[in-house]
């Protein structure tokens, strides 16, 4: 593993073999490599096995509550813009739990990046279905097989309004690191689902199968149509990795709101309250 | 008894009408042009959950002498559609002015067994050249029967209708109703003019004053779901963003709404969420991680009557115990309950302040009939409102929950990207530096530390509004919204050696408070809700039980005129 300023030496609570060390591996090379000041960034999570992941990382470490880390990351970000923030978390947290906010971060279009670790199963609760679980999937709370159809993260952040969503792989920590620099340097949200085995609950979707199943779109390619990013997003056989889709990312969250409307970048920790306003509307 | 002040000194008025008939433009010119005129005026709101038709109505009481609160007497009645509802019927007297058109209203006023003055309004207003006329045409009329002169209302107009040819056919309007009332009243006014010092007075209603107070104190991220009453604070900082350089945000839900102001916190921002009780509930995890990551924010709970979606657009207080005990596991939060609208500017910014200081959740509990009344109040000063209190600038090493210096009850609060260290964040139970820990001893730690808090916010906390007689035999106690009704019904009984006992923060409780509770006064607490929630809370917390209990629950705050039959009766049997 390459050192990076981020490296931070707590002990990881992870399964050995689990893909989000790979993930956590390409998230700090992709820091380093961007030359951003640790405490400048802010790594925003929910719950899960892959929420614990600001607490690996040398750098402002945010921790919420299951399936908030993008409401979460949305205030830090428009209160203070020269953040960069980052929210991560799993297929359950950002898909299931926090569903309603991934469809409504994209269309509100925050500049941070949505790292999601899709293992297609849940961990921490060990071993449930998840919203991206295969059908048929045997799992302790579908003893019989799970029966819903899974969500495409991809083809739902498309039909959102997402400018920038790409899939990567635990499987390839150089690949996925590039991914998530140009994520990062996209001003606007950006979705990485990011395919990892989970390799204690989830034996259908392994290593081998993430080898055999998924094939990396050319990295030079020209990303901006939309039409083939959806049909991209729906192809399964072999899942098509890369960046997807990516266009201009419009106005964001921020940049449509009050505080910064004259291009002021200044925190609102730093602003006092506006009472000639408060006695203006008193006149 | 007699129910009201002196007869000669107080006007009330009611409107009735169904929902997008446009009488808000009467109501608005009404409130303003007596306003200007000298009179002291009080307004009210009630309307059904519903964007046209229904009957809502509006109260405007004109009085010589300050005026707070919503009577149930009836003196003018503008009905402008049928199918009154009982809230209006039953109070029509023989003393009620009933003013509407026949065309529309003769029926249902015959068949009340009472007469009405046909104002021919539809005819009117046609002659003028539209029936939008009709408002114009009323408000013109109480023009005419306090003898306000024919101009009174002029720039007001102008102010509302920026187009100038509608602006003279709407004076013209007025006119003819101003003429109409003047010929009614055969050129006495119904009221006279008081010494009302003006200058340095403004209209403001509970929902601006919330906003205002936010806003001094320094508020600059809002979020909410729209849910009524809450979300008239909310479009008024929506409308004033700009001058208040706030960030505003609608958001997909109220679990949302409270996790951006969190997020928002945690960066340095001073956030606020405003929502209803069924909002609230949805908002209850989020404050709970506000509570465990020690994150400064305030919500602000507009009660309406539950239980689920309730009456959508009516007025309770039963939302006391859940705010209370709102968040899963035990943190510390303050709860402030603006008793009118003074009261509501300075609650929002003692909201902030207690947050912010002791770095909690505050909770200002409002409900619609405060938000939606108003009356003219001495400008409020922004600048008596406590300053924000700025992050600290990290050093390198920097702990977000360090234990704090003996004597202090806070951890220093530093954000991200302001100084050398790192600001972190965690909703489980972390160590110092903010990271997952289940070791025991720092768990207990960690819960003493955000508990402690509890006794420095006890001792800050707001002691209650003690007003009557100094010595008493009976304390009326009440929260909220329910004081000023409750005032002028004890001014009206003559106070019967009871003290009114009203509480601005409802918790932790002021030593002031206990005191008063646990002297061997007897207790009567009235309560906007079915089950005395504050004499209960106060029961657990003082071990001092009610008395009496006087309540209401049906969706309307309570009279003056019930409160002094009620209250008459139980200072009556104590003597």
């Given at each position: 593993?390459i050192k990076t300023e981020f490296d931070y030496?707590?002990?990881?609570?992870?399964?050995?073999?689990?893909?989000?060390?790979?993930?956590?591996?390409?998230?700090k090379m992709?820091l380093s490599e961007?030359g951003l000041d640790p405490k400048?960034v802010?790594?925003?999570?929910?719950?899960?096995?892959?929420?614990?992941?600001?607490?690996?990382l040398k750098c402002?470490?945010?921790?919420?509550?299951?399936?908030?880390?993008?409401?979460?990351?949305?205030?830090?970000?428009?209160?203070?813009?020269?953040?960069?923030?980052?929210?991560?978390?799993?297929?359950?947290?950002?898909?299931?739990?926090?569903?309603?906010?991934?469809?409504?971060?994209?269309?509100?279009?925050?500049?941070?990046?949505?790292?999601?670790?899709?293992?297609?199963?849940?961990?921490?609760?060990?071993?449930?279905?998840?919203?991206?679980?295969?059908?048929?999937?045997?799992?302790?709370?579908?003893?019989?097989?799970?029966?819903?159809?899974?969500?495409?993260?991809?083809?739902?952040?498309?039909?959102?309004?997402?400018?920038?969503?790409?899939?990567?792989?635990?499987?390839?920590?150089?690949?996925?690191?590039?991914?998530?620099?140009?994520?990062?340097?996209?001003?606007?949200?950006?979705?990485?689902?990011?395919?990892?085995?989970?390799?204690?609950?989830?034996?259908?979707?392994?290593?081998?199968?993430?080898?055999?199943?998924?094939?990396?779109?050319?990295?030079?390619?020209?990303?901006?149509?939309?039409?083939?990013?959806?049909?991209?997003?729906?192809?399964?056989?072999?899942?098509?990795?890369?960046?997807?889709?990516?266009?201009?990312?419009?106005?964001?969250?921020?940049?449509?709101?009050?505080?910064?409307?004259?291009?002021?970048?200044?925190?609102?920790?730093?602003?006092?309250?506006?009472?000639?306003?408060?006695?203006?509307?008193?006149? | 008894?007699?129910?009201?002040?002196?007869?000669?000194?107080?006007?009330?008025?009611?409107?009735?009408?169904?929902?997008?008939?446009?009488?808000?433009?009467?109501?608005?010119?009404?409130?303003?042009?007596?306003?200007?005129?000298?009179?002291?005026?009080?307004?009210?709101?009630?309307?059904?959950?519903?964007?046209?038709?229904?009957?809502?109505?509006?109260?405007?009481?004109?009085?010589?002498?300050?005026?707070?609160?919503?009577?149930?007497?009836?003196?003018?009645?503008?009905?402008?559609?049928?199918?009154?509802?009982?809230?209006?019927?039953?109070?029509?007297?023989?003393?009620?002015?009933?003013?509407?058109?026949?065309?529309?209203?003769?029926?249902?006023?015959?068949?009340?067994?009472?007469?009405?003055?046909?104002?021919?309004?539809?005819?009117?207003?046609?002659?003028?050249?539209?029936?939008?006329?009709?408002?114009?045409?009323?408000?013109?009329?109480?023009?005419?029967?306090?003898?306000?002169?024919?101009?009174?209302?002029?720039?007001?107009?102008?102010?509302?209708?920026?187009?100038?040819?509608?602006?003279?056919?709407?004076?013209?309007?007025?006119?003819?109703?101003?003429?109409?009332?003047?010929?009614?009243?055969?050129?006495?006014?119904?009221?006279?003019?008081?010494?009302?010092?003006?200058?340095?007075?403004?209209?403001?209603?509970?929902?601006?004053?919330?906003?205002?107070?936010?806003?001094?104190?320094?508020?600059?991220?809002?979020?909410?779901?729209?849910?009524?009453?809450?979300?008239?604070?909310?479009?008024?900082?929506?409308?004033?963003?700009?001058?208040?350089?706030?960030?505003?945000?609608?958001?997909?839900?109220?679990?949302?709404?409270?996790?951006?102001?969190?997020?928002?916190?945690?960066?340095?921002?001073?956030?606020?969420?405003?929502?209803?009780?069924?909002?609230?509930?949805?908002?209850?995890?989020?404050?709970?991680?506000?509570?465990?990551?020690?994150?400064?924010?305030?919500?602000?709970?507009?009660?309406?009557?539950?239980?689920?979606?309730?009456?959508?657009?009516?007025?309770?207080?039963?939302?006391?115990?859940?705010?209370?005990?709102?968040?899963?596991?035990?943190?510390?939060?303050?709860?402030?309950?603006?008793?009118?609208?003074?009261?509501?500017?300075?609650?929002?910014?003692?909201?902030?302040?207690?947050?912010?200081?002791?770095?909690?959740?505050?909770?200002?509990?409002?409900?619609?009939?405060?938000?939606?009344?108003?009356?003219?109040?001495?400008?409020?000063?922004?600048?008596?409102?406590?300053?924000?209190?700025?992050?600290?600038?990290?050093?390198?090493?920097?702990?977000?929950?360090?234990?704090?210096?003996?004597?202090?009850?806070?951890?220093?609060?530093?954000?991200?990207?302001?100084?050398?260290?790192?600001?972190?964040?965690?909703?489980?139970?972390?160590?110092?530096?903010?990271?997952?820990?289940?070791?025991?001893?720092?768990?207990?730690?960690?819960?003493?530390?955000?508990?402690?808090?509890?006794?420095?916010?006890?001792?800050?906390?707001?002691?209650?509004?003690?007003?009557?007689?100094?010595?008493?035999?009976?304390?009326?106690?009440?929260?909220?919204?329910?004081?000023?009704?409750?005032?002028?019904?004890?001014?009206?009984?003559?106070?019967?050696?009871?003290?009114?006992?009203?509480?601005?923060?409802?918790?932790?409780?002021?030593?002031?408070?206990?005191?008063?509770?646990?002297?061997?006064?007897?207790?009567?607490?009235?309560?906007?809700?079915?089950?005395?929630?504050?004499?209960?809370?106060?029961?657990?917390?003082?071990?001092?039980?009610?008395?009496?209990?006087?309540?209401?629950?049906?969706?309307?705050?309570?009279?003056?005129?019930?409160?002094?039959?009620?209250?008459?009766?139980?200072?009556?049997?104590?003597?």
């Amino acid at each position: 593993m390459i050192k990076t300023e981020f490296d931070y030496t707590e002990e990881i609570s992870w399964c050995p073999g689990c893909g989000d060390y790979k993930i956590l591996e390409s998230l700090k090379m992709a820091l380093s490599e961007l030359g951003l000041d640790p405490k400048e960034v802010v790594v925003a999570s929910g719950i899960g096995q892959a929420a614990k992941m600001p607490h690996y990382l040398k750098c402002n470490c945010v921790n919420g509550l299951h399936g908030r880390a993008l409401p979460l990351a949305t205030g830090i970000k428009a209160s203070n813009r020269s953040l960069t923030v980052i929210a991560v978390g799993g297929d359950g947290d950002m898909y299931g739990e926090g569903g309603n906010h991934f469809i409504h971060a994209i269309r509100r279009n925050p500049d941070i990046t949505n790292i999601v670790c899709n293992n297609m199963v849940y961990g921490l609760t060990k071993g449930q279905g998840s919203p991206t679980t295969e059908i048929g999937m045997k799992t302790p709370t579908q003893p019989f097989g799970v029966t819903s159809k899974p969500l495409n993260p991809l083809l739902l952040a498309l039909s959102s309004g997402a400018t920038f969503v790409a899939r990567a792989s635990a499987a390839d920590t150089e690949r996925t690191k590039n991914i998530i620099v140009k994520a990062i340097k996209h001003k606007g949200y950006a979705l990485i689902d990011i395919f990892q085995p989970c390799v204690t609950f989830n034996k259908i979707n392994t290593w081998q199968w993430l080898m055999k199943s998924t094939k990396w779109l050319d990295e030079e390619r020209d990303a901006s149509d939309k039409f083939e990013a959806m049909r991209l997003s729906m192809e399964s056989s072999p899942y098509p990795l890369g960046i997807i889709y990516r266009t201009e990312p419009g106005r964001t969250f921020e940049e449509n709101q009050a505080p910064y409307e004259t291009n002021d970048d200044t925190p609102l920790y730093a602003r006092a309250p506006s009472l000639e306003s408060v006695r203006k509307l008193l006149a | 008894m007699d129910m009201t002040r002196a007869p000669g000194s107080d006007v009330a008025i009611s409107f009735c009408a169904a929902a997008g008939l446009g009488l808000q433009t009467a109501e608005d010119l009404t409130r303003q042009m007596l306003s200007k005129a000298g009179y002291y005026v009080f307004s009210t709101r009630e309307y059904m959950s519903r964007v046209r038709g229904g009957n809502n109505s509006t109260q405007i009481r004109v009085s010589t002498q300050p005026v707070r609160a919503y009577v149930e007497r009836i003196d003018w009645l503008f009905a402008l559609s049928p199918e009154l509802h009982s809230n209006i019927t039953e109070n029509i007297t023989e003393e009620t002015k009933i003013l509407a058109d026949a065309s529309v209203m003769e029926k249902e006023i015959s068949s009340l067994g009472r007469k009405m003055i046909d104002l021919d309004l539809a005819k009117r207003a046609a002659d003028l050249g539209s029936p939008k006329f009709s408002s114009m045409i009323i408000a013109g009329f109480i023009a005419g029967i306090f003898m306000l002169k024919e101009d009174s209302a002029d720039d007001l107009i102008e102010k509302r209708f920026s187009d100038s040819d509608l602006s003279e056919k709407n004076k013209k309007a007025f006119r003819v109703g101003l003429k109409l009332g003047e010929e009614y009243v055969e050129g006495k006014p119904v009221l006279k003019i008081p010494d009302k010092p003006g200058d340095d007075e403004i209209f403001l209603d509970g929902n601006s004053a919330v906003a205002l107070g936010s806003a001094s104190a320094g508020c600059n991220y809002i979020t909410a779901y729209p849910m009524s009453p809450g979300t008239g604070v909310f479009s008024y900082f929506a409308r004033n963003a700009k001058l208040f350089s706030s960030v505003v945000e609608q958001v997909e839900d109220e679990i949302s709404a409270i996790n951006m102001v969190v997020g928002a916190a945690y960066a340095g921002a001073r956030a606020m969420t405003t929502t209803s009780g069924g909002g609230f509930v949805l908002m209850c995890e989020g404050l709970s991680l506000a509570g465990i990551t020690e994150t400064p924010v305030v919500v602000h709970l507009a009660q309406r009557p539950g239980p689920a979606t309730g009456l959508a657009t009516r007025t309770e207080q039963a939302d006391l115990e859940l705010a209370l005990y709102a968040g899963h596991g035990e943190f510390p939060k303050a709860l402030y309950a603006p008793v009118n609208v003074e009261s509501a500017f300075k609650m929002a910014g003692q909201a902030f302040y207690t947050a912010h200081k002791y770095q909690v959740q505050s909770i200002i509990l409002t409900d619609q009939y405060l938000l939606d009344s108003g009356y003219d109040i001495k400008k409020p000063d922004p600048s008596a409102i406590p300053a924000p209190i700025s992050p600290i600038k990290t050093e390198s090493g920097y702990e977000r929950y360090a234990f704090p210096a003996k004597g202090k009850y806070v951890s220093p609060f530093g954000v991200p990207g302001f100084g050398k260290g790192f600001v972190s964040f965690d909703s489980h139970e972390h160590t110092e530096d903010a990271h997952i820990t289940e070791d025991r001893s720092l768990r207990k730690g960690m819960v003493e530390k955000r508990l402690k808090k509890l006794e420095a916010m006890a001792e800050e906390a707001l002691p209650p509004i003690v007003l009557g007689p100094k010595k008493y035999d009976t304390a009326v106690i009440c929260w909220g919204s329910v004081f000023e009704p409750l005032k002028e019904a004890m001014e009206i009984i003559g106070w019967k050696k009871a003290a009114l006992v009203a509480c601005e923060q409802v918790y932790p409780l002021s030593d002031e408070f206990c005191k008063i509770i646990s002297s061997p006064c007897k207790k009567i607490f009235v309560e906007g809700n079915a089950t005395g929630q504050f004499a209960r809370i106060v029961r657990s917390l003082t071990g001092e039980k009610a008395d009496e209990l006087v309540l209401k629950y049906n969706g309307f705050q309570f009279t003056v005129e019930e409160l002094v039959r009620e209250l008459d009766k139980l200072l009556e049997k104590k003597s």
